[in-house]
């Protein structure tokens, strides 16, 4: 199956459909989304918040990983909860639970009786983490600790969906872990993601994207930054942090440094999953607008580049996770009804 989203008359270009889509498109039925919250520790010691959908029964409140002696599909861990689908969305560049994507995928969800998880990357829940590491765009490790506990906690078919930065964390899991992914997953999606950190990292800094886009990131950035400094004193040079006007010099100065990059190029580089789309043994679903301002089309892996495992689904129109539809103003629904249509086919 594929899917074709065409914006309404009234909201025309990239960059109209990407900022209204996050401001103003509805995005749940009335109430709103309730979220229930736990605190999972990490291996080093650290935490992440993991935020559930209220309206479906959470897990286990065992805050200790549980390995999984035999993590197939056919055969799960000893007491792992079977209660039909669960869908991890993974968020975006300083997103949340609180995200229009997130709220759209939370109604969703609640209509059609599936548990949702939104695991927060380090530092993004609300509270600075402990450790002086943060995030990635290729923060593959993590996202594995994370499906792997969903998948011990969970019996029934696992979702795992990542929103731009997390779509290209998610998608680097599946290339790394290969034929293992199976094990854990029953399918993954990304949408929006920058799959070539280089070109979307310049892309951004440039034209509108630097007047608009730049200082929105770098606003939480820099002070997400300095309350890391705060905790570990002298972990990187704060004066040049401040003055940095760009993602590429923020990146250099902290990210790359932090996770063990030899500078931005080589984080961009090696973040990357554009080039190992060969290596996906899951079924996996990749959407890229044709005119995202954040992601070159010209970026983009094409048919030929991908294995037999992958979907591509390429909208002209949508923005930058937008997709903003019907008569104003407009519904950011479609996207997670025709993923779940997807998944549902598989």
Request: glycine residues 10%; neutral net charge.
């Amino acid at each position: 199956m594929s899917w074709s989203y065409r914006a309404p008359w009234w909201l025309q270009g990239g960059q109209a459909q990407t900022i209204y889509s996050a401001l103003w498109a509805r995005t749940h039925e009335q109430p709103e989304p309730a979220w229930h919250r736990e605190r999972w520790d990490t291996p080093d010691q650290d935490f992440i918040d993991v935020d559930w959908l209220s309206d479906i029964a959470s897990p286990s409140h065992n805050n200790t990983l549980i390995p999984s002696t035999n993590p197939s599909i056919d055969s799960r861990a000893a007491g792992a909860e079977s209660v039909g689908v669960l869908c991890v969305l993974f968020h975006g560049l300083e997103g949340s639970s609180r995200s229009h994507y997130a709220q759209a995928w939370a109604d969703q969800a609640r209509q059609w009786g599936w548990r949702l998880a939104v695991p927060h990357f380090r530092g993004c829940s609300g509270e600075p983490n402990r450790a002086p590491r943060a995030y990635h765009s290729g923060d593959f490790e993590e996202v594995g600790w994370i499906l792997q506990r969903m998948r011990s906690e969970h019996a029934g078919p696992l979702l795992a969906v990542g929103v731009s930065l997390g779509g290209n964390a998610l998608m680097r899991w599946a290339q790394e872990a290969g034929e293992m992914a199976r094990h854990t997953v029953d399918a993954v999606v990304s949408v929006g993601s920058p799959l070539d950190l280089t070109a979307s990292g310049h892309a951004i800094g440039r034209g509108f994207n630097r007047l608009v886009y730049t200082p929105m990131f770098l606003r939480t950035m820099k002070p997400r930054a300095m309350t890391k400094l705060a905790q570990y004193p002298g972990l990187f040079d704060r004066e040049a942090l401040l003055r940095a006007r760009d993602l590429y010099e923020f990146d250099n100065l902290f990210t790359a440094p932090l996770h063990g990059f030899n500078g931005v190029q080589d984080y961009w580089r090696r973040a990357s999953s554009a080039p190992h789309f060969g290596q996906v043994r899951v079924p996996a679903l990749v959407i890229n607008a044709l005119n995202d301002p954040f992601v070159p089309a010209s970026s983009l892996p094409g048919p030929h580049q991908v294995s037999d495992c992958v979907t591509l689904w390429r909208p002209a129109q949508g923005g930058h996770v937008g997709f903003a539809a019907g008569v104003f103003p407009g519904d950011v629904r479609g996207l997670p009804q025709a993923i779940g249509d997807w998944f549902r086919a598989l």
